[in-house]
């Protein structure tokens, strides 16, 4: 069963650190397209960064350059995102999506991506 396992999530004030992890199970994620998305309540979802994992490029959207950082450790078949000078407007709940690294990054509408649970991430004081 392929598998996607968000954690890292929680509490954290305006200006502080948060780093989450992305673990597969079930596929490697090697030749894999690694997507970190986020929604807040009442907001659409948004696309935060992706991770092409043969290769190694990146990308993010404009609200999170300089501040989050993915990257991915194929021994432990893991993708993280640390997030750092978190703003209130950081808050939401995230998740990853992986898809095959052929089509691209996941858009959260291909029927080949796999998805995880989410985890939640709250920034106030």
């Known amino acids: 069963q392929l598998q996607l396992v968000e954690s890292g999530g929680g509490l954290v004030q305006p200006g502080g650190s948060l780093r989450l992890s992305c673990a597969a199970s079930?596929?490697?994620?090697?030749?894999?397209?690694i997507g970190w998305f986020r929604q807040a309540p009442g907001k659409e979802r948004e696309g935060v960064s992706c991770?092409?994992?043969?290769?190694?490029?990146?990308n993010y959207a404009d609200s999170v350059k300089g501040r989050f950082t993915i990257s991915g450790d194929n021994a432990k078949n893991t993708v993280y995102l640390p997030m750092n000078s978190l703003h209130p407007e950081d808050a939401a709940v995230y998740y990853c999506?992986?898809?095959?690294?052929?089509?691209?990054?996941?858009?959260?509408?291909?029927?080949?991506?796999?998805w995880g649970q989410g985890t939640l991430v709250t920034v106030s004081s």
């Open positions: 079930g596929f490697s994620l090697d030749y894999y397209a």
């Open positions: 999506a992986a898809v095959d690294g052929t089509v691209g990054c996941p858009t959260g509408y291909n029927y080949l991506e796999v």
């Open positions: 991770i092409m994992r043969s290769g190694g490029s990146t």
